[in-house]
T-cell receptor
Framework: GNSVTQMEGPVTLSEEAFLTINCTYT??????LFWYVQYPGEGLQLLLK?????DKGSNKGFEATYRKETTSFHLEKGSVQVSDSAVYFC???????????FGPGTSLSVIP | NAGVTQTPKFRILKIGQSMTLQCAQD?????MYWYRQDPGMGLKLIYY???????DKGEVPNGYNVSRSTTEDFPLRLELAAPSQTSVYFC?????????????FGEGSRLTVL
């Protein structure tokens, strides 16, 4: 089945710094790819997604591009805010869309 | 719009006790899931269901049971609680169809087994 690898955290950045969280995947075909975010004390929520190769997903200033050549889906934001402090998960379907698998999560702390 | 509702939010159990974590969704989603989240380990799938009356095991089903008698509800049962089941449990749901992998999560249930 498909699998996902995500950079280890925790990551600590100053406000307005540039953020990159790496995600690479192994998959049969070209499944949709997702980034989820978990704010403290809450459940996960979808941040952005890309449904086919070369697609760019974006939301709340975050972007990720589905790159089939490098099998990557790195999350980026040009200027992080304190409110972006959360855990970020890369995800994709395991084999079919019945099951979704998640990376281990990357904890981000943004300090003023 | 309630979305996915989990109860209880917190629970402490003694070893060997039983309990049921409740999950309900009001979005008419066919697919429902139970995950557990352990520190630094991401989410592990316990059980899932593709519709009422149909359930299947995920990666870590041992020690748990589920049922799906209605589209709305997907309770998770722990029969003989063990310290290894101390975790945060998340219920999630999603709509049917290709390319609709977006999961909607509840707020989680934090379980401690002592």
């Amino acid at each position: 089945g498909n699998s996902v690898t995500q950079m280890e955290g925790p990551v600590t950045l100053s406000e307005e710094a540039f953020l990159t969280i790496n995600c690479t995947y192994t998959a049969t075909g070209y499944p949709s790819l997702f980034w989820y975010v978990q704010y403290p004390g809450e459940g996960l929520q979808l941040l952005l997604k890309a449904t086919k190769a070369d697609d760019k997903g974006s939301n709340k200033g975050f972007e990720a591009t589905y790159r089939k050549e490098t099998t990557s889906f790195h999350l980026e934001k040009g200027s992080v805010q304190v409110s972006d402090s959360a855990v970020y998960f890369c995800a994709l379907p395991k084999t079919s869309y019945d099951k979704v698998i998640f990376g281990p999560g990357t904890s981000l702390s943004v300090i003023p | 719009n309630a979305g996915v509702t989990q109860t209880p939010k917190f629970r402490i159990l003694k070893i060997g006790q039983s309990m049921t974590l409740q999950c309900a969704q009001d979005m008419n989603h066919n697919y429902m899931y139970w995950y557990r989240q352990d520190p630094g380990m991401g989410l592990k799938l316990i059980y899932y269901s593709v519709g009422a009356g149909i359930t299947d095991k995920g990666e870590v089903p041992n020690g748990y049971n589920v049922s799906r008698s209605t589209t709305e509800d997907f309770p998770l049962r722990l029969e003989l609680a063990a310290p290894s089941q101390t975790s945060v449990y998340f219920c999630a749901s999603r709509a049917s169809g290709q390319n609709t992998g977006e999961l909607f999560f509840g707020e989680g249930s934090r379980l401690t087994v002592l």
